[in-house]
């Protein structure tokens, strides 16, 4: 008698069959210590309809993509297809282990050879590693890349600096300290763009000394760096590195790649740019790629293709930092991109970034009568307002405007960053919405605006619909266990 113990999900790929085995049966006190064995297990004895109606009781306090609009700038929440869902649970896909031998899950690691590939396409880029389980993790391998590659070339202990704009997402300072390396500002012009005069003094004041530099674009405002090509040259040409943040390369995917501005290194997030389900604790996945000087130094194992066809995991790389992640990092979450991936192909590839930015900019002309642009130029896949005036008119916070949008069915918008934005909202639709649902958020938008002006305590002791009112979010960060109480 055989049976089928896992199935390949490629097509004509045939499942491997194993004889079956009989599990041999011994008395319950000979498999486990008198110690815990219960005579009576207190489960409580509930039907099918009471446990399924409290699940989903609780599952519909929360709000998720499938229910609404998620405008989180810089932190793309685009709907997750359901194909990726039927993806994921393919027999080959949802049962094959990283230890049974790679003979057997030849389909398996096809997707991870596929994957890096296609990645590397769309980035630029000579080659990626699947492994890092989420963005920041993926900017920590990138800068240990960094790292590996100038004390290769015998500098690593001169190279010390890692030029971080004052615009940054607030991982790639944490990042590069979690490194090792010393963070140095560049700041941002009045244009919301690096400031060339300031990088080229920090470069000339810090010579010999810089190892990167770390630069998101389009960047956190929501804004194309014009100048990326001068400002990678003028780092190359220093000596460093360039790591692109790749949190925002919802705007770019199909259309334009990182690797030809200029960048060596970079992290993108699965979990975002590609749909895999964002939030509520994972599964994360922040695949890195990188050019041909830092590929020796990419952790092990990277997926292969053998001379004769075949795939493998290769670890044979004497200069390889190591592991960074289990296995070959998180598989599922490669699959669910690799549906993605396969549904929109090359040609339809560069509608993610166009519906991504065109969204982004109608946004951005229907709330400029409302609100102020923080800096009024074409915006990229978000876009940024600073609500100042409206605090100092009616005192009446981004906070407050994030907690009354509560009120009216919406997620609220990333608010008070960046930094450099007095009170700000970022909002990224991206390209997952209708006209239909952005008209509505607009609406909604413009209504508390008018509420801040009409009566301001209105919009100040929001939320009202929420299942839990607003909290006094300084002291209860500051004393968890009272503000619970």
């Known amino acids: 008698m055989e049976q089928t113990i896992f199935e390949l999900s490629r097509p004509g790929r045939v499942g491997v069959r194993m004889p079956a085995c009989d599990v041999p049966t011994k008395p319950l006190e000979a498999l486990l210590p008198g110690v815990a064995l219960r005579d009576e297990l207190p489960l409580p004895e509930l039907s099918e309809p009471e446990v399924v109606r409290h699940f989903v009781r609780i599952s519909n306090l929360n709000y998720c993509v499938d229910k609404g609009l998620y405008p989180l700038g810089s932190c793309t929440m685009k709907y997750n297809p359901k194909i990726n869902d039927v993806a994921v649970n393919m027999p080959g896909f949802a049962r094959v282990h990283p230890y049974q031998p790679e003979e057997t899950a030849q389909g398996a690691i096809e997707v991870l050879y596929e994957m890096q590939s296609w990645l590397s396409t769309i980035l630029g880029m000579d080659a990626v590693s699947l492994q890092p ?10 800068l240990m890349l960094i790292r590996a590659y100038h004390v290769h070339r015998g500098d690593g202990e001169t190279r010390r ?11 790639n300072p944490a990042s590069a300290a979690r490194c090792g390396y010393k963070v140095v500002d ?23 000394h810089i190892a990167g530099f770390m630069l ?7 804004l194309f760096e014009e100048e990326i090509l001068e400002i990678s040259r003028l780092v ?3 000596g460093g590195l360039m790591y692109c943040d790749g949190a925002n390369m919802n705007a770019l995917v199909g259309t334009v790649r990182p690797g030809d501005m200029g960048f060596d290194v970079m992290h993108v997030n699965l979990h975002k740019t590609f749909s895999v389900p964002h939030g509520g604790g994972g599964p994360g996945s ?3 790629g990188v050019k041909k000087i830092l590929e020796p130094f990419l952790p092990v194992p990277m997926a292969v293709k053998n001379d004769d066809g075949t795939f493998s995991l290769d670890s044979d790389r004497p200069l390889s930092i190591g592991k960074v992640g289990p296995y070959a990092g998180a598989y599922l979450a490669v699959v669910r991109s690799f549906a993605y991936l396969l549904h929109y192909g090359r040609e339809k590839l560069p509608q993610i970034s166009e519906n991504s930015v065109l969204n982004a900019s109608y946004l951005k002309a229907k709330l400029s009568k409302t609100f102020a642009v923080a800096y009024d130029r074409p915006c990229m896949h978000e876009a940024v307002f600073s609500l100042e005036r409206l605090k100092k008119d009616y005192n009446v916070k981004a906070l407050d405007v994030c907690k009354r949008i509560i009120d009216y069915g919406f997620h609220p918008p990333t608010m008070y960053f960046p930094l450099i934005v007095p009170e700000c909202l970022m909002i990224e639709p991206t390209e997952s919405e209708s006209m239909e649902t952005l008209d509505a958020f607009v609406e909604a938008l413009e209504a508390i605006a008018q509420e801040a002006a009409d009566t301001p305590a209105l919009v100040q ?6 299942p839990v009112k607003r909290l006094d979010e300084p002291f209860a960060a500051r004393n968890l266990d009272v503000a619970w109480k």
């Not at 560049?186 to 010999?208: C, F, I, P, S």
């Not at 002791?461 to 929420?466: C, I, L, S």
């Open 461 to 466: 002791g929001a939320p009202y619909t929420a």
């Open 133 to 142: 389980a989420a963005g920041a993790h993926g900017e920590l391998l990138g």
């Open 216 to 222: 998101t674009n389009p960047n956190t405002v929501g």
């Open 236 to 238: 190359h040409e220093a």
């Open 161 to 171: 600096l890692v030029l971080v704009p004052t615009a940054a997402h607030g991982t």
């Open 286 to 288: 922040g695949p890195v």
């Open 186 to 208: 560049v700041k941002t012009n009045e244009r919301g763009l690096t400031d060339l005069e300031h990088l080229k003094e920090q470069l000339a004041k810090n010579e010999g």
